[in-house]
């Protein structure tokens, strides 16, 4: 005799937790989504996710925009290098043996660059100065804090930047 055990609620198709939420970014900021369906559906193996813009398929590796996308497959989405042409609406997919289910679609929306400003609040001020001098002289992954034209390097172009804008907003 053998016994076996009924899995009725954990045999559905997914469902998500909490809704994607909107997001604004800079050009050559990063943007990520991360996805959030509920627990307890994984039961006959990974979750599957697939991002969507606009409804059509992200893929990973430097996309027609400029951007980079990467996890366009997994849970957690993430653009690099963010352009105007990034902006849309973002979804997943995601699913199990039983079926998948689509998100809600949450805005990307992309601002210009704003020159000068390190921290991306807005403002060009001390406080860009000081990522920038906190960080001059070193080599760092592009458009990393204090970086602001993306070579890598933080140095006089970069402090620059800032002193030209300085006192700006935008
Ligand atoms: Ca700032
Ligand atoms: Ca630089």
């Keep these: 005799m053998s016994t076996y055990w009924g899995r009725y609620t954990l045999t559905g198709i997914p469902t998500i937790a909490r809704p994607l939420a909107s997001q ?46 990467s996890g366009a497959s997994t849970s957690t989405l993430t653009i690099e290098h963010l352009a105007l042409a990034d902006a849309g609406q973002i979804s997943y997919n995601v699913a199990n043996s039983c079926g998948g289910i689509t998100s809600n679609s949450a805005a990307l929306s992309i601002l210009p660059s ?28 592009p458009f990393a804090p204090g970086d602001l034209n993306g070579d890598g390097q933080v ?13 700006g907003s935008c």
């Excluded at 000068?116 to 992954?141: E, K, P, R, T």
């Excluded at 140095?155 to 006192?167: H, K, M, P, R």
Aim: hydrophobic share 35%.
């Design 155 to 167: 140095d006089f172009t970069d402090l620059n930047l800032v002193l030209a804008n300085f006192g």
């Design 24 to 69: 604004t970014r800079r050009t050559q900021q990063t943007a990520t989504f991360t996805a959030s369906p509920s627990s307890g559906y994984d039961s006959d193996g990974p979750l599957t996710f697939q991002w969507q813009r606009n409804g059509a398929t992200l893929v990973n590796g430097p996309s027609p925009t400029g951007s980079v996308i």
């Design 114 to 141: 704003c020159p000068g400003d390190a921290n991306a609040d807005g403002i060009v001020d001390f406080l860009d100065l000081n990522l920038v001098l906190g960080a001059y002289g070193s080599s760092v992954a």
